[in-house]
């Protein structure tokens, strides 16, 4: 589990350039067979669009790449949607750019822009959420610690999931994997001992418009 940036709900991005027409379509895709059935059924509803290009990458660690032209000049489609999806560092992800032709030749620096820019307007458009390899943590404390362990958390950035208040506080936190020793520590000694700390699950979590997603 590592670190990275997905989609969280796809977009569509649309830019013309001397009446050519660039739509593009972001989706989340988990594997090649995904992306493909993406691929085709956007095909399938631009059937009258005179090119539908595409990339995608799949996979956290080491990504499977593949873009096609779709009878645009060679590396003048395909590619440039590509390497906006590598700059982006979004992983698991699928961008066809489908063309209605303008009746204006672009060259090819004036396609490579064209694709660019309409992918890069699709990911605008889109919900990208950082996905953290992280574990839920219970915190169990009395409320004479509360105080302290609310601010260490809050000064450590860590997503609290709930909170449970009766005779004593359970707080639901999210701990990122890289921090989590750390965090443990600083709350141990923050409080002398006294709080609980009990591990959960593994998840990868993260925030989308101020909401606790996890995955």
Not at 80 to 97: A, D, F, T, W
Not at 171 to 184: G, N, S, V
Request: aromatic content about 8%; some cysteine.
């Amino acid at each position: 589990m590592i670190r990275h940036k997905a989609v969280f709900q796809g977009g569509r991005g649309e830019i013309v350039e001397k009446k050519s027409r660039f739509i593009a379509h972001v989706q989340a895709v988990e594997t090649v067979d995904e992306a493909q059935e993406f691929i085709e059924a956007v095909k399938k509803q631009y059937w009258d669009a005179r090119h539908n290009c595409s990339a995608f990458s799949v996979g956290e660690t080491n990504p499977l790449t593949r873009c096609s032209d779709d009878g645009e000049p060679g590396g003048t489609a395909g590619k440039p949607i590509l390497e906006v999806i590598q700059g982006s560092g979004i992983r698991n992800i699928v961008i066809m750019v489908t063309r209605y032709f303008g009746g204006t030749l672009l060259g090819t620096g004036g396609l490579v822009r064209a694709y660019t820019d309409a992918a890069k307007a699709g990911i605008e458009n889109s919900v990208i959420i950082e996905k953290i390899p992280g574990t839920r943590i219970k915190i169990l404390t009395e409320y004479t610690d509360l105080g302290k362990i609310q601010y260490l958390l809050a000064q450590n950035q860590v997503t609290v999931e709930n909170t449970e208040y009766t005779d004593k506080v359970v707080i639901h936190a999210l701990f990122p994997d890289e921090e989590k020793e750390f965090l443990r520590k600083a709350l141990t000694e923050g409080t002398g001992g006294r709080v609980v700390l009990e591990e959960g699950e593994n998840v990868y979590y993260g925030l989308a418009e101020g909401e606790v997603i996890i995955f």
